[in-house]
């Protein structure tokens, strides 16, 4: 059974940093890409960063190039989002989960009807 545990969410100042946990279990972790998430109020779930099974391809959305960087640690089965220059359009939920490559799509992605966890909430003030 997957278990994601978000942690490291909580109230930051406009310009601030804030770097969010993620552990996984259930599924070997070190084979997987891994994928952050997030989702505002009022909003959709959206696509923030991923990273490969081993660390060395990153990618990141628009909104989070430049500002936020997604790294791993495979012996601790944690996936890890520092997030620096934060706005107010930042804050939301953030969630993480497994992103396996998918052959028929071409490319890495949460599987249909996955599991996700509590997630962690951000929230920026200006």
């Known amino acids: 059974q997957v278990q994601l545990i978000e942690s490291g969410g909580g109230m930051a100042q406009a310009g601030g940093s804030l770097r969010l946990s993620c552990v996984a279990s259930?599924?070997?972790?070190?084979?997987?890409?891994m994928g952050w998430f997030r989702q505002a109020p009022g909003k959709d779930r959206e696509f923030v960063a991923r990273i490969t099974w081993n660390g060395r391809s990153t990618h990141y959305a628009d909104s989070a190039k430049g500002r936020f960087t997604i790294s791993r640690d495979n012996a601790k089965n944690t996936v890890y989002l520092q997030m620096s220059r934060l706005n107010a359009e930042d804050t939301a939920v953030y969630y993480c989960n497994y992103m396996p490559y998918s052959v028929g799509s071409g490319d890495y992605r949460v599987p249909s009807g996955a599991s996700w966890g509590q997630g962690t909430q951000v929230i920026v003030s200006e």
């Open positions: 259930g599924r070997t972790f070190s084979s997987v890409a």
